[in-house]
């Protein structure tokens, strides 16, 4: 079965650009959760989508934005781009939302914002 | 008030030996999910092992076993037999009950050394 996927793998933006980034989750998984991960910060939750809705919303500025799509993958967008947003992007994916569901996380995107 | 505390920012450990990973925890739900990621210099989050709160035994993956000590707030990871490929970092995370986000600590560092 193959795992989550993330696409670009890379990605280099210039301050007040916007980004587009897609996660393909492991089949049959229907919950996707994006996370940004920065070495002060560390590992922070940003959304979390199951059946094509948002179920949950971390602490970031309106300017993060995301979306699932029927065939469960999902995509991120950041708008107006800051410098502090350079960071890797991780996908994760699991069957079901709650507890005792393990998370599948994808490579990854590492964003560089110039 | 932080939820997942892993206290030793790096170790050492000699190949062939067991080490501990800490990690202790803060919730006053009654039903949670305590989950160990590893994290090679690629990126990639990788699913170790999963402990449920309401599970008798300790979880055991192979070579990682997971000391669960609900009374103290405690999941510590335990690898045994360590190899050079384990060297990464190590994320505790915890997801309780409801519509609640998977929440990571800072991580710990191992390194093997030969």
């Known amino acids: 079965k193959a795992g989550v996927t993330q696409t670009p793998r890379y990605l280099i933006k210039t301050r007040g650009q916007q980004v587009t980034l897609s996660c393909s989750p492991i089949s049959g998984h229907r919950s996707v959760s994006w996370y940004q991960q920065t070495p002060g910060q560390g590992l922070q939750f940003l959304f979390e989508?199951?059946?094509?809705?948002?179920?949950n919303k971390g602490n970031f500025p309106g300017r993060f934005s995301g979306r699932q799509f029927s065939n469960s993958r999902s995509e991120m967008n950041v708008s107006t781009l800051e410098l502090g947003d350079s960071a890797l992007y991780l996908c994760?994916?699991?069957f079901g939302t709650g507890d005792s569901y393990e998370q599948y996380f994808g490579p990854g995107t590492r964003l560089t914002v110039t | 008030a932080q939820k997942i505390t892993q206290t030793q920012p790096g170790m050492f450990v000699q190949e062939k030996e067991a080490v501990t990973l800490d990690c202790t925890y803060d919730?006053?739900?009654?039903?949670?999910?305590l989950f160990w990621y590893k994290q090679p210099s690629s990126g990639e989050m990788i699913f170790l092992i999963y402990?449920?709160?309401?599970?008798?035994q300790n979880a055991t993956e192979g070579r990682y076993s997971l000391n669960f000590q609900k009374a103290r707030k405690s999941a510590n990871l335990v690898i045994s037999a360590s190899q050079l490929g384990d060297s990464a970092m190590y994320f505790c995370?915890?997801?309780?009950?409801?519509?609640?986000?998977?929440?990571f600590g800072k991580g710990t560092r191992l390194s093997v050394i030969a």
């Open positions: 402990q449920g709160s309401y599970d008798q």
């Open positions: 994760a994916s699991s």
């Open positions: 919730t006053s739900d009654p039903s949670y999910g």
């Open positions: 989508y199951f059946s094509e809705t948002q179920r």
């Open positions: 995370a915890m997801r309780e009950l409801g519509n609640t986000p998977l929440v």
